[in-house]
């Protein structure tokens, strides 16, 4: 297995990193996650357009252009030869004195890996259960940076409850997962929390949102409310590497049945056609 270490192939224990690299030292840095079905990576350019805008909202300098990020990772995937899994690319801004304050114009480091796996066809069949909870995060989720302890606290808090996710919540209003975006259905309209500064834009996220237009299905990017959450029909969440996975029970600070229905099987199918139907959404 090779990683990627700025613009090389290499083995893992071959790969040095600084003590001082800012992303070890401060969370200084952005990732992405791209999934790979039969050797192809789904939305790779989207993925990579939304880590250059994470980069830009960090004034971080890159060392590639989107098209080389691109040629890197499917250099890596086919080293690998990785046919199905994951590829997970990240920047840090590099190695300094450790110092709060940063430096524009720092060498921001590059490191890649793949990991072999399925996507959870069990769970996409039987759904999940969900933990709501408090959205503890900073105010950029819409930054895919490497900062998650929001993150994997919720994470954590879930699992202790035997839930496969936390769902998070601001003052009543519900944000998205520790790892996924949030759909709820009412009398067949789909509602998701807007693109702003307090969740992460899914690429899954918007790739539903297209399929949902195609499929003539009313979508409303708006705030909603636990109540809401409590009446919704169908509740979902969506993530590179859960797909539409949808959600049968909430516990933690609601406590909620649902039923799987139609418009998130729908969902759910279509953008298992578009994933194995084409490489680009
Ligand atoms: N929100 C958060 C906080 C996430 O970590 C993720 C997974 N990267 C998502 C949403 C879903 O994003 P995507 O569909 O691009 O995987």
Same mark, same amino acid.
């Given at each position: 297995e090779f990683v990627l270490y700025h613009?090389?192939?290499? %083995?893992?224990?071959d790969a040095v990193i600084d003590m001082e690299d800012r992303g070890y030292n401060f969370g200084d840095?952005?990732?992405?996650?791209?999934?790979?079905?039969?050797?192809?990576?789904? *939305?790779?350019?989207?993925?990579?357009?939304?880590? &250059?805008? +994470?980069? +830009?909202?960090?004034? /971080?300098q890159l060392p590639f252009d989107a098209a080389r990020f691109v040629e890197l990772t499917e250099g890596l995937i086919q080293k690998n030869d990785l046919k199905d899994g994951m590829v997970y690319?990240? /920047? #840090?801004?590099? @190695?300094?004195?450790?110092?709060?304050l940063y430096e524009r114009d720092m060498k921001c480091l590059v490191t890649g !890996?793949?990991?072999? /796996?399925?996507?959870?066809?069990?769970?996409? %069949?039987?759904?999940?259960?969900?933990y709501l909870t408090d959205d503890i995060r900073w105010l950029r989720c819409d930054i895919k940076s490497l900062n998650l302890l929001g993150n994997t606290m @919720?994470?954590?808090? *879930? =699992? $202790?409850?035997n839930c496969h996710e936390a769902i998070q919540?601001?003052?009543? #209003?519900?944000?998205?997962?520790?790892?996924?975006?949030?759909?709820?259905?009412?009398?067949?309209?789909?509602?998701?929390?807007? *693109?702003?500064?307090?969740?992460?834009?899914? &690429?899954?996220?918007?790739?539903? /949102? %297209?399929? =949902?237009?195609?499929?003539?299905? #009313?979508?409303?990017? =708006?705030? !909603?409310? &636990? $109540?809401?959450?409590?009446? =919704?029909?169908?509740? !979902?969440?969506?993530s590179t590497t859960m797909e539409v996975t949808p959600v049968i029970q909430i516990a933690g600070q609601l406590d909620a049945h649902y039923e799987i229905g139609d418009v998130t099987r729908t969902l759910q199918n279509r953008l298992k056609k578009k994933i194995h139907g084409s490489a680009h959404i």
């Open positions: 613009d090389q192939y290499v %083995k893992k224990q840095g952005i990732y992405e996650v791209v999934f790979v079905y039969g050797g192809k990576p789904f *939305a790779m350019k989207e993925h990579f357009e939304r880590f &250059i805008s +994470s980069a +830009s909202k960090l004034e /971080m690319v990240q /920047m #840090t801004r590099g @190695a300094s004195p450790r110092n709060h !890996f793949t990991r072999h /796996m399925k996507p959870p066809e069990d769970l996409h %069949k039987a759904g999940i259960r969900v @919720a994470k954590r808090l *879930a =699992a $202790d409850h919540h601001r003052d009543g #209003t519900v944000t998205e997962g520790s790892s996924s975006n949030l759909f709820i259905v009412k009398d067949g309209i789909l509602k998701t929390h807007p *693109a702003n500064n307090l969740i992460l834009n899914g &690429i899954t996220r918007q790739v539903i /949102m %297209k399929i =949902a237009d195609e499929q003539g299905i #009313t979508v409303e990017e =708006a705030p !909603f409310t &636990i $109540d809401e959450l409590s009446d =919704a029909h169908e509740v !979902f969440i969506s």
